[in-house]
């Protein structure tokens, strides 16, 4: 089957190939227009998030999806779940406001805590740290979807699987052709 | 042409677009609904003591202690897209070295099918009420309110606070006895 769309591929003529390629750009050039029109809307540097610790079950489990939105105009609140940036660490924590602090001036700083955490996230942060303030927020929890974000941890876990499976996408939408 | 691969194919993407479309119904269906409802909420003994707080800067703050009533209904609140409601219990007060403070003193995870009908007696905080400095002695407005985080199978995540809130005022000492 394989060699029959290798076949295939040689049958094509220059103008048709190209075509497949234009196609293709097509399609990974659209994806990267919804994510960038995504940050610009909601005014979050990651707008939607795969959870990937139990730190927040029952309410998040592994592989839920999260919508975050940013709007600096909204103030943080208590009881809202944040996803924030930690220095010296890669991947950001999705955790729940318990305390705030806003000062006459505006500048606002709180305490997170994991809802399966038994204590507060002082010993998650940097060295040092007490607080958090806005810079570290990348966004704040509006949407959730369930299961879905399954695919992406499945793919960063299994690299072979990643490429196996982007190398099939590309392969299907070079080679595809519709049946006249 | 119809292979194996080809008829999979259409299979799993009719059942992901079917699954799609009832979990955009679900959503719909709750989105325009009312989570509000009263909540009756009580202090029943307030005190303030001025000690080091190690948890944090190791400098004497004002640390709180209340025990509170509190009675709610939070069963209609349930329905198909509700999985899961966040409870939790806010103190909320202006000290002159903060315009607006905000602490959770209490929280609670109520998942759907579980008993929603709270009814506590002289309940204690779950969280210290540390203040961010030494604001709580005498501090005569402080508001404590009921607010939930609904968490649904699909769709948005609201934090809504209840209707009825208590304000309450710290004693004008420190205690010094064990509370």
């Known amino acids: 089957m394989l060699f029959a769309m290798f076949d295939e591929v040689k049958r094509m003529n220059k103008r048709q190939f190209l075509y497949q390629v234009l196609s293709f750009g097509m399609i990974v050039s659209s994806a990267l227009m919804i994510w960038k029109g995504l940050m610009v809307v909601t005014g979050s540097e990651s707008p939607i998030v795969v959870v990937l610790s139990g730190s927040m079950e029952p309410a998040f489990h592994r592989g839920d999806l999260l919508f975050l939105t940013n709007f600096p105009e909204e103030p943080v609140k208590v009881g809202e779940i944040v996803v924030f940036k930690v220095e010296g660490r890669d991947i950001p924590i999705v955790h729940r406001v318990l305390k705030l602090h806003e000062k006459k001036n505006g500048t606002v700083k709180f305490l997170t805590k994991g809802d399966n955490n038994s204590v507060d996230d002082r010993g998650l942060y940097a060295p040092g740290q007490l607080w958090l303030t806005k810079q570290d927020v990348v966004g704040r929890a509006r949407g959730f979807l369930p299961y879905v974000g399954m695919v992406t941890i499945l793919m960063n876990e299994y690299p072979k699987f990643k490429y196996a499976v982007l190398g099939c996408l590309g392969f299907y939408v070079l080679v595809h052709r519709e049946c006249a | ?179």
């Open chain 2, 1 to 179: 042409m119809h292979s194996v691969l080809t008829r999979g194919n259409t299979v799993l993407a009719y059942a992901l677009s079917v699954l799609a479309c009832l979990t955009f119904a679900c959503f719909l269906s709750t989105v325009f609904l009312d989570y509000v409802t009263n909540a009756n909420i009580n202090t029943v003994k307030v005190v303030v003591k001025n000690v080091p707080d190690y948890s944090a800067s190791r400098e004497k703050n004002d640390l709180g202690y209340l025990t509170f009533n509190l009675q709610a209904d939070l069963t209609h609140l349930f329905n198909w897209n509700v999985k899961q409601l966040f409870l939790y219990l806010t103190a909320e007060y202006k000290t002159t070295n903060n315009e607006l403070n905000q602490v959770v003193l209490w929280d609670k995870i109520i998942l759907r099918g579980e008993n929603a009908v709270l009814d506590y007696k002289n309940m204690n905080t779950k969280y210290y009420f540390w203040d961010d400095g030494n604001g709580l002695r005498a501090n005569e407005n402080v508001t404590l309110s009921l607010s939930w985080n609904i968490i649904p199978n699909a769709g948005l995540l609201p934090n809504i606070v209840a209707t009825g809130s208590h304000s309450f005022k710290f004693p004008s000492e420190y205690t010094t006895y064990r509370v």
